[in-house]
């Protein structure tokens, strides 16, 4: 067996899962998406093209799930990152001794550990009006009861805080992991040279860990296109349609209660190619930013 | 090599042979199941029939029995249906006439007509029935006697009652359910909506509970939503609550009787008055619903497996089943007009909750529309109804007929499509 011959054997199991588990459920995701299957009736399903992408954007619900979903986006990898690179500097400065900057990073990444369906449930409680201990510490100074995550308005808010609590912690972890690795010469370098911590950090810090941190933010940025089981366990996307993003909605329509299978694809369809374009455009566009 | 073949050929007979039949059953969990599995056993013995539940919360039910169904995959022989759903799956074929596999022995003709009734489509019987649900008024004598109130006997006064009881958070004055969908909070406002003199639908099938008296309906229910402990909360939610003294009155379910009696899980034995439920400008309603057992006509395709379907629909639904259900605690839960009328079952409940449910009995009626469309159509009228309980239960503005205008607009593209 050639060298070449041995590589393609390897590659064998990792095309049939790809084939099996990605390519084949996303190409018939395609084909239902150009017809109009319906759980509610047995008469076979009949080609009707882009239909379904059509009556999409005159969906005001559809164009409510978009929304939601850039909104949980923008709001979790903000919030996380905001997290991290204010948290982590804090951290590293301040907690000097090797022990204590142990403890910091386990405590961090602990959150993260947690399963999202049990974090979601605990928060759930945390929440409760009437036993939840977040009103509790509110009643302690004599404010509240609040509703959270019946809200309208504070429901997407209250869900975001819960997922910027798992990454925002987790990221500020690995990005202190991140400092410890910069050479002690440039910070001295830099110190020599009078710079104060803001500008040590925003002109040498940040610029020299961004490299490596930016595949962490995509990282994230996949995770919060795919919270399903998260939110749902939350609101269901409630209260209303508050918290629907476009992978529960597709699940209502699909198999949830509507039973409109194609319509459901055709969403699917949309958002993977609504990621891959926004996710290829953010990531030239930071690229090219630190480039320069 | 002869002798190879012979001892293969032999063993191959012999698996053909003790492959048994199996059921296998598409239900939701309910607690009077738990004593009913208990009992498979006696039903596996004496028929050789092997019966396997998959269980599924009541909205994943009925979408995992749709897709069972409609896809063809038929992985069910029996499915657990209810009046909301029966018309979608009788009107695609997906169910077999059940007399005609239910075994003569347990007696079809036992079951109370009415409860029949709701799980037939165009006179034909697809399910037994195994449980039926109407509402009752629920309520704290002793807090009403503490304020010197009279049991409420229309909307207007239970309103009062609710709000003299009301003191949050030691006590609310009542609790509803406002968590969206169509068996969800559009199930409980459903009666409000006739009480009020409102319906779902005119005598041509328009939607039209956009009308005033809908409109109206819906204010009344939000002013219960506000005496609440939370807006958005479940059926189990509110007899939870109900049950640990948290709640003043509630109209609902009379089968959650069972659970508020038994003092291990209810601190309200003793405690309680019953009613009907309060009457509205158009006279007093209460809900009907009726669960029953189905035999899938995709999943059981051969005449053997029909009737090992029925042979387990029949024992299941038997008279004797259903008796030892009331032994068990569980009494409510039944389908046969001598059950209701045995010893064992009037000694079981008091007899002021007795006479509740004869009220009950006078006004119940089908609150829904059992059309193939209804899961769809009352879905969004919950997304709806639960936008405007959550934004008046938080102090955000909110526009009743806006919101029912939307969802009937909904109805009509649904019912058009």
Redesign the interface.
């Known amino acids: 067996m050639s060298k070449r011959q041995f590589f393609y054997v390897f590659l064998i199991p990792t095309v049939v899962v790809l084939l099996a588990f990605a390519l084949y459920p996303l190409f018939t995701a395609i084909y239902y998406s150009l017809h109009d299957w319906d ?4 008469e076979p399903m009949a080609f009707i093209g882009l239909g379904n992408y059509l009556e999409m954007f005159q969906d005001a619900r559809f164009l409510n799930s978009l929304r939601i979903s850039g909104l949980f986006l923008v709001g979790t990898v903000a919030g996380s990152v905001l997290v991290a690179f204010v948290l982590a500097p804090f951290v590293h400065e301040t907690a000097r001794s090797h022990a204590l900057r142990s403890a910091c990073l386990f405590a961090f990444i602990l959150p993260a550990v947690l399963p999202r369906v049990g974090a979601a449930y605990m928060w759930r409680l945390m929440y409760d ?2 036993i939840g201990v977040i009103n509790y510490l509110f009643s302690l100074v004599n404010l509240g ?1 609040f ?1 959270f ?6 429901a997407l808010p209250s869900i975001i805080v819960i997922d910027v609590w798992q990454w925002g912690f987790l990221l500020t972890a690995l990005m202190m992991i991140l400092l410890r690795e910069v050479p002690n010469e440039v910070i001295e370098a830099a110190r020599l040279d009078g710079t104060n911590m803001l500008q040590l950090y925003v002109l040498i810090m940040y610029p020299l860990i961004l490299p490596l941190s930016l595949p962490l933010i995509f990282v994230k940025m996949m995770e919060s296109l795919r919270s399903f089981d998260f939110i749902f366990v939350l609101t269901a996307g ?5 918290t629907e993003t476009l992978d529960m909605y597709a699940y ?1 329509q699909g ?5 409109r299978v194609s319509y459901a694809a055709a969403m699917s369809i949309f958002m993977v190619i609504l990621s891959i374009v926004f996710v290829t455009i953010a990531w030239r566009a930071l690229r090219r930013w630190h480039e320069s | 090599m002869r002798r190879l073949v012979l001892i293969a050929f032999l063993a191959l007979l012999a698996g053909i042979a003790s492959a048994q039949q199996v059921v296998e059953v598409l239900a939701q969990p309910r607690p009077e199941w738990e004593v009913m599995e208990r009992l498979f056993p006696e039903f596996e013995r004496e028929t050789g029939i092997r019966v396997n539940i998959t269980y599924f919360a009541e909205l994943e039910r009925r979408s995992r029995s749709r897709l069972d169904a409609s896809s063809g995959a038929g992985q069910f022989d029996v499915y657990y249906i209810d009046e909301a759903n029966v018309a979608e799956f009788a009107a695609n074929g997906w169910l077999v006439p059940i007399r005609d596999y239910y075994p003569e022995e347990y007696d079809f003709d036992g079951f109370a007509p009415a409860l029949v009734e709701v799980l037939s489509q165009d006179g034909i019987a697809y399910g037994a029935p195994i449980t039926k649900e109407g509402d009752v008024m629920f309520y704290r004598q002793d807090l009403l006697d503490e304020h010197g109130l009279a049991a409420p006997t229309t909307l207007d006064e239970y309103l009062e009652v609710v709000q003299a009881l009301h003191d949050p958070p030691r006590l609310y004055g009542t609790g509803t359910r406002g968590l969206r969908g169509s068996g969800m909070n559009v199930w409980r406002f459903s009666p409000y909506l006739h009480a009020f003199g409102g319906r779902y639908v005119d005598d041509d099938g328009n939607p039209v509970f956009n009308s005033p008296e809908a409109v109206q309906a819906v204010e009344y229910y939000i002013e219960l939503i506000l005496h609440s402990p939370s807006p958005t909360m479940s059926w189990s939610d509110v007899m939870d609550s109900f049950a640990a003294g948290r709640i003043g009155i509630v109209t609902f379910a009379d089968l959650k009787m069972d659970t508020l009696q038994d003092p291990e899980r209810s601190i309200l034995p003793g405690l309680m008055g019953f009613g009907a439920p309060p009457a509205g400008p158009a006279g007093s309603v209460s809900n009907t619903s009726v669960h029953g057992l189905a035999i899938s006509a995709p999943g059981a395709r051969t005449e053997a497996e029909r009737e090992a379907a029925g042979e387990f629909i029949g024992w299941f639904t038997s008279q004797e089943n259903e008796l030892r259900k009331v032994a068990a605690g569980w009494g409510l839960t039944n389908a046969r007009t001598a059950t209701f009328d045995s010893d064992v079952f009037i000694d079981a409940y008091p007899e002021a909750f007795a006479d509740a449910m004869s009220g009950m009995l006078e006004v119940q009626r089908l609150t829904i529309v059992q059309i193939p469309e209804w899961g769809e159509i009352g879905d969004y009228l919950g997304i709806k109804l639960e936008e405007l309980f959550t934004a008046a239960f938080s102090n955000q503005p909110y526009d009743i007929q806006a919101a029912l205008d939307d969802a009937v607009a909904h109805a009509e593209r649904v019912l058009g499509r």
């Open positions: 759980l509610r009736r047995t009006p009437s009861p509703i995550l019946q809200n309208p308005r504070l409630g209260p209303g349609i508050a209502w198999l949830g209660t509507a039973g």
